[in-house]
């Protein structure tokens, strides 16, 4: 293991380095710390480019990955590493939620349906028991983890983006926190969550009954709330998959919500694509490009 990017990490940091492989003209990492906002051991992937092993500034791209998957997923199938080898991007991908940790005796609240519990963070923070106690993803994104990365690694600028539930987390904590982000897109996105299947069984949950929550951590209706933010932001969404044709998604919602916002949205749909990695690999340079784009202008 060469671990020579860890001597440039603050002697303060808790981050501990778990691997690093080379990849392309750069380094895929994976770093481990214990967050205060979960109250559990948390895990991300972070790929550095050259410049960014050598201490360039450098742009960076937050990616915020499914149901039930972890930081893995986007990491091994995602296939971004190449793109951002060749423009000089730092992509990070966090877990989806808190975990129980049997190595240091944490129990984490979970639940055999998917779209629930571990695996299913939705990127927001749960006000209803046993929720509340750990699922504090909004909070350990834009706070905790966005503080760590910007203070422990080259970065420049940040933009956010995700697929399917993470795709809704990138338009949700994008639109309500622009401060932090200067670029928001998605694949595949979870539109409106309080009007998909899916959502309104996650926030019954975190939520409980109180509506106003749910819009408050509903993408779609941010935006339509909060208006204009972006220059323009990039959705992607294939034809044939399953859970757009099914309404899970609610794409046309999150048209009409940029149009009342008059939020420039640049929306593309892929005959014959599917919910899967092979669209997002077939997807994911656009992306980091209009990542790149939007960090050139700002």
Known sequence: MNNSYNHSLSANTQLTQKSVNRCFNGEQHYYRHQSMSTKTPMTFSIYM????????????????????????????????????????????????????????????????????????????????????EHFNMETYIVDELYDLLRAEFPISTMGIMGHSMGGHGSLLLGFKHPSKFISVSAMSPVC???????????????????????????????????????????????????????????????????????????????AGHDHSYYFIQSMMNDHIEHHWHMAQIN
């Open 192 to 270: 409106s969550a309080s009007e998909s299947s899916w959502g309104q069984k996650a926030y019954t949950e975190y939520f409980g009954d109180d509506k106003a929550l749910w819009e408050q951590s509903d993408a779609s209706k941010v935006i339509a709330r909060l208006g204009r933010q972006y220059a323009g932001i990039l959705i992607d969404q294939g034809g044939a998959d399953e859970f757009f044709l099914e309404g899970h998604l609610q794409t046309s919602t999150l048209q009409d919500a940029c149009e009342k916002a008059k939020q420039p949205l640049t929306l593309r749909y892929h």
């Open 49 to 132: 480019p050259d410049e960014a092993l050598s201490g360039q500034l450098c742009p960076a791209i937050l990616y915020l990955s499914g149901l039930t998957c972890n930081a893995d997923n986007v990491t091994h199938k995602g296939h971004f590493q190449q793109k951002c080898s060749e423009l000089g991007i730092i992509f990070i991908a966090p877990d989806t939620s808190p975990r129980s940790d049997a190595d240091v005796g944490i129990e984490v609240a979970d639940d055999e349906r998917y779209f629930v519990g571990q695996g299913a963070g939705y990127y927001v923070d749960a006000k209803e028991a046993p929720w509340a």
